[in-house]
């Protein structure tokens, strides 16, 4: 047997909490609504086609990505079922789209023609009813309409889906979210009166699956929850979500350091008191955020450790308050938070930011293991 070298650090992913997750989702939503799991950026860091399995198993009837090159990997790993991408660039390969079976989005005239110029696609005509980002503006609905009516008349393209996309769903008083739903409807009226009819129209993300079911309509798109993050921290009540990623790594030293110690690069921490000092050897460099440095903490030895001074490209420093424990010892970054340990949600408070980021920014040298406690 030849001998297995520790990781040095890594992602472990629970694909039965996944599952789970979708299924809950479902029991949320009921059995009339489709749901997408939202499996974009590698599946929020943890990993596309696998996660995309585990999504299937659980009963997925749709998965959704970004990018079409996304939607092509989750083709070629062997997934089969209706898939959306929304993201296209200028001169995308729409033809590809096509003979892989693969839904695409639309956001004007100008990319319906594109797209019909390709093949005969299924479409989502993407309306902007107050994100400002992609979708056609409220002034061009017409026009679009009546565009994909005439495409859809000549053969040369399906709706396959009417949609648009939440400014604060997290935000269940934001005015946004009755401004939003007043206007899909709106477009709904439009495009029923131009001859439209799309197979599934859709508005709510995770928060809105979870929080706002006047916003279901015939689909939901879930993709932090399906990941068993709390999509509205705060404000949801207990979901029964199962986080599925843990983030860990195994001291490299320890060591004691004097009182009047200055740890890491520029000493933005003196230790105070004599102490101990545990070296981790992932940083930036894996996606750690600097910005962690005397803010995060880690689970190491039954306690959690705070991270001390500034966190490095590879490594940085946690403080074990007197304590030895051999190097080799596992350090829980996040978790689940079941044994303790902090978890992504942990680590975006701590941050100002939101547990997206902290999941779908790691990388690097991390290496990633998928477990299936159920398998
Ligand atoms: C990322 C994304 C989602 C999923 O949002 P969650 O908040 O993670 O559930 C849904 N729809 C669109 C258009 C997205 O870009």
């Not at 980002?133 to 061009?140: F, K």
Request: charged content about 25%; aromatic content about 6%; overall charge negative.
């Amino acid at each position: 047997m030849t001998p297995t070298r520790p990781a040095r650090a890594e992602l472990v992913v629970d694909l039965a909490a996944i599952r789970h997750n979708v299924r809950r989702l479902r029991e949320i939503v009921g059995p009339d609504v489709a749901m997408m799991t939202v499996v974009k950026a590698d599946g929020y860091g943890h990993g596309m086609a696998e996660v995309a399995r585990a999504a299937r198993e659980a009963g997925a009837d749709w998965l959704g990505v970004a990018t079409l090159d996304e939607a092509l990997a989750l083709r070629a790993a062997g997934d089969r079922g209706r898939l959306l991408c929304w993201l296209a660039i200028p001169g995308e390969d729409y033809a590809a789209a096509v003979a892989g079976d693969i839904d695409v989005a639309a956001y004007s005239v100008a990319q319906l023609e594109e797209v019909a110029d390709a093949g005969h696609a299924r479409v989502h005509l993407k309306v902007d009813t107050g994100l400002m980002r992609g979708g056609a503006a409220r002034s061009d609905w017409p026009d679009f309409f009546a565009a994909a009516s005439d495409l859809v008349r000549q053969g040369r393209l399906t709706v396959a889906g009417l949609w648009s996309h939440l400014v604060a769903a997290d935000v269940p008083e934001h005015p946004a979210n009755d401004s939003q739903e007043a206007e899909f409807r709106e477009a709904i009226a439009l495009a029923s009166s131009a001859g439209l009819r799309p197979e599934v129209r859709h508005l709510a993300n995770s928060a809105a699956a979870v929080l706002r079911p006047s916003v279901h309509f015939d689909l939901v798109r879930c993709g932090i929850a399906a990941y068993g993050l709390d999509p509205a921290p705060g404000v949801t009540s207990d979901l029964d979500l199962r986080p599925a990623m843990t983030a860990r790594a195994a001291f490299v030293l320890t060591k004691a350091v004097r009182a009047g110690a200055g740890v890491s690069y520029g000493h933005t921490w003196i230790a105070e008191h004599d102490t101990t000092l545990g070296l981790v050897p992932v940083g930036y460099g894996e996606g750690i955020p600097r910005a962690a440095g005397n803010l995060a903490s880690v689970w190491a030895s039954g306690a959690r450790r705070p991270i001390r001074g500034r966190v490095c490209m590879d490594q940085f420093l946690v403080d074990l308050d007197g304590e030895l424990p051999p190097p080799g010892t596992d350090v829980v970054l996040f978790g689940p938070g079941d044994g303790g340990e902090p978890t992504a949600q942990d680590w975006a408070d701590a941050l100002d930011t939101i547990t997206y980021e902290i999941v779908t920014r790691l990388g690097g040298r991390l290496t990633r293991r998928h477990v299936d406690p159920e398998a």
